[in-house]
């Protein structure tokens, strides 16, 4: 039986990676950003894991690796504990230099929802029920 158990990550600069999931709360240990393996992993709850590998721990292995182009084929979505937090959230990442990929606006599916896109140019996704 095969399942899900981690999502990986593929980052150039993997401290500014790590400061932008901390700021959406995940628990990343404070340090993890000096590994000097390159490949940092948190257990999230229910236990599936999200890991983070720079592009030289993907050449280790995968020599002839190159980074994807064109738009993202994987999204990450973070629930919010409320429309305005979505707001909130948005408002404080921008501020902190993150790249809006999309305003928060009240999606037709019932949602709050906002983009932004992460340092390697990944859209993650902040939404809340309405």
Request: charged content about 25%.
């Amino acid at each position: 039986m095969t399942r899900l158990d981690t999502i990986g990550i593929r980052v150039e600069d993997l401290p500014a990676s790590l400061a932008f999931y901390r700021r959406l709360g995940l628990p990343i240990p404070d340090g993890a950003e000096t590994s000097e393996h390159g490949h940092v992993e948190v257990e999230l709850p229910g236990g599936l894991r999200l890991a983070w590998d720079t592009a030289e721990v993907i050449r280790s292995f995968d020599p002839g690796w190159t980074p994807p182009t064109g738009s993202a084929r994987v999204a990450l979505n973070f629930l919010c504990d409320s429309p305005e937090d979505v707001d909130a959230t948005h408002r404080e990442l921008v501020a902190a230099g993150y790249e809006c990929h999309k305003e928060p606006w009240d999606a037709s599916w019932g949602q709050r929802y906002a983009q932004i896109t992460d340092p390697d140019g990944n859209v993650v996704s902040l939404f809340a029920p309405l």
